[in-house]
């Protein structure tokens, strides 16, 4: 009987462990991304997002976009450049800005295509 509870918490303390870290913490890319899309109103506003590394550190964290831009035809005529500047502990974006045409850090960055 002894052996059976053994192995029984022995089974129930991973889990347990499991459990508490497996508390699914929001990527940057995703909060940058959501940010975004709020920002214009809803994914469906947004074509061909691409994000950067996030840079910096602490309070000036920062991650930069990159989105299709479409004249009132729906041609293409460009990319829209933003910069999304993370709050200090990086789990929210303090603020969204188009930086198209501005001098800004994200005209050198390397994107990859956000999903």
């Known amino acids: ?17 499991f459990s508490q870290d497996g508390e699914e913490k929001a990527e940057l ?5 959501d940010a975004l899309f709020d920002k214009v109103g809803g994914r469906q506003h947004i074509r061909g997002l691409e994000l950067s590394p996030v840079s910096g550190s602490g309070g000036h964290a920062v991650i930069c976009a990159t989105s299709n ?20 502990d990086r789990t929210e974006i303090t603020s969204v800005r188009n930086v198209t045409g501005l001098l800004s850090d ?4 390397t994107y990859k295509r956000y999903r």
């Open 29 to 33: 890319p995703d909060i940058a991304a």
């Open 1 to 17: 009987m002894m052996r059976l509870i053994l192995v029984a918490c022995l089974v129930a303390v991973p889990c347990v462990a």
């Open 106 to 109: 994200c005209y050198g960055e």
């Open 69 to 88: 831009a479409h004249d009132a035809n729906g041609n293409f005529i460009g990319l829209t450049y933003w910069q999304m500047t993370f709050n200090a």
